[in-house]
């Protein structure tokens, strides 16, 4: 057995970076045109990201030049980088100009196949920077969206309940009554740094961080992410084949985090407050899109044999 930690987290203006290496970037438009002029890399490759395949990142692959990699951007630009890193076999720095989810922290990118997303084994950053100022003037609707990865221990946890209620939790997976408290303890700090962080409040913004490396953290020790991820997830994956890539993860496990905890019978004002706190969209899915997707998610989610949940049996 081996367990990952998350990476060493420095806290710093951005323009006070200091790198001597020649650098492979992995960006996003957006993100580089906010931060490109507080930062002095000797840039020598670079690479705006607008897909999360394995097929898109192995033909970057070849090119790469530089010795370090280094993310500046959000989840796609940290998860395409994660991977071009292992691939490289070089180190990697991490730029996140947004909270926007936790995949600055974990070793893993996320890969859509086949009309599903798969978690492929990468790396960790070796060094995560982050500059609040950076963060606090971030489009508001991503600047905190990693909440969304943290309220999903609401219906995650939920899940994973179920599943061990139903005897459904295979081998590996069983439920750790502790582990789900540790969980729900994390996710009321993500309740009560909601607004300071939606604000950009820097003390809000870093209570959201230290709630996502803890989630990350836990679920690094225990092995899989039952508290986490679940069939708030699960529509998130099953929604973006009708809405296309591109949609940021907040706007599609936002609203899967309130759809499946209302059918987990959860009280949805604390979580609605937090997602509305943070500027999560919540009306970019069509209604006629929750429904198509909610009727086919049992079949989905079996299909794609996805750990059990309140998904595996919506009913009409
Ligand atoms: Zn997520």
């Given at each position: 057995?081996?367990?990952?930690?998350?990476?060493?987290?420095?806290?710093?203006?951005?323009?006070?970076?200091?790198?001597?290496?020649?650098?492979?970037?992995?960006?996003?438009?957006?993100?580089?045109?906010?931060?490109?002029?507080?930062?002095?890399?000797?840039?020598?490759?670079?690479?705006?990201?607008?897909?999360?395949?394995?097929?898109?990142?192995?033909?970057?692959?070849?090119?790469?030049?530089g010795e370090v990699v280094y993310a500046v951007g959000g989840g796609l630009a940290a998860d395409a980088a994660k991977y071009i890193a292992v691939r490289c076999d070089l180190p990697l720095v991490c730029l996140p100009t947004a909270l926007s989810v936790d995949a600055f922290l974990t070793w893993a990118s996320g890969v859509r196949q086949d009309g599903c997303v798969r978690y492929l084994e990468t790396k960790a950053p070796d060094r995560l920077v982050i500059d609040?100022?950076?963060?606090?003037?971030?489009?508001?609707?991503i600047r905190a969206a990693g909440i969304c990865d943290l309220l999903?221990?609401?219906?995650?946890?939920?899940?994973?309940?179920?599943?061990?209620?139903?005897g459904k939790n295979p081998e590996g997976m069983e439920y750790v009554p502790y582990v789900d408290q540790v969980a729900a303890g994390i996710l009321q700090g993500a309740l009560d740094c909601a607004e300071a962080a939606g604000r950009g409040d820097p003390a809000g913004l870093k209570q959201l961080l230290d709630c996502?490396?803890?989630?990350?953290?836990?679920?690094?020790?225990?092995?899989?992410?039952?508290?986490?991820?679940?069939?708030?997830?699960?529509?998130?994956?099953?929604?973006?084949?009708?809405m296309g890539a591109g949609l940021a993860h907040g706007d599609l496990v936002g609203p899967g985090i309130l759809l499946m905890a209302e059918r987990q019978g959860q009280d949805l004002s604390p979580l609605r407050h937090a997602l509305e706190s943070c500027r999560i969209p919540l009306e970019t899915i069509p209604q006629a899109v929750i429904e198509s997707t909610l009727r086919s998610l049992p079949a989905y989610v079996r299909r794609h044999d996805l750990p059990y949940g309140i998904a595996h049996c919506l009913t009409w």
């Amino acid at each position: 057995m081996h367990i990952l930690p998350i990476p060493e987290i420095e806290a710093m203006p951005f323009t006070a970076l200091d790198e001597a290496r020649p650098v492979a970037l992995v960006t996003s438009r957006a993100a580089w045109e906010a931060v490109r002029g507080r930062l002095h890399l000797p840039i020598v490759w670079q690479v705006e990201v607008e897909e999360a395949t394995q097929a898109c990142w192995d033909t970057l692959v070849p090119s790469v030049q530089g010795e370090v990699v280094y993310a500046v951007g959000g989840g796609l630009a940290a998860d395409a980088a994660k991977y071009i890193a292992v691939r490289c076999d070089l180190p990697l720095v991490c730029l996140p100009t947004a909270l926007s989810v936790d995949a600055f922290l974990t070793w893993a990118s996320g890969v859509r196949q086949d009309g599903c997303v798969r978690y492929l084994e990468t790396k960790a950053p070796d060094r995560l920077v982050i500059d609040y100022g950076v963060l606090a003037e971030a489009p508001p609707s991503i600047r905190a969206a990693g909440i969304c990865d943290l309220l999903s221990i609401a219906t995650g946890s939920w899940d994973w309940r179920f599943a061990e209620e139903q005897g459904k939790n295979p081998e590996g997976m069983e439920y750790v009554p502790y582990v789900d408290q540790v969980a729900a303890g994390i996710l009321q700090g993500a309740l009560d740094c909601a607004e300071a962080a939606g604000r950009g409040d820097p003390a809000g913004l870093k209570q959201l961080l230290d709630c996502l490396a803890l989630e990350v953290q836990l679920c690094n020790q225990i092995g899989h992410a039952r508290p986490e991820e679940g069939s708030e997830h699960y529509f998130a994956y099953a929604v973006e084949n009708a809405m296309g890539a591109g949609l940021a993860h907040g706007d599609l496990v936002g609203p899967g985090i309130l759809l499946m905890a209302e059918r987990q019978g959860q009280d949805l004002s604390p979580l609605r407050h937090a997602l509305e706190s943070c500027r999560i969209p919540l009306e970019t899915i069509p209604q006629a899109v929750i429904e198509s997707t909610l009727r086919s998610l049992p079949a989905y989610v079996r299909r794609h044999d996805l750990p059990y949940g309140i998904a595996h049996c919506l009913t009409w």
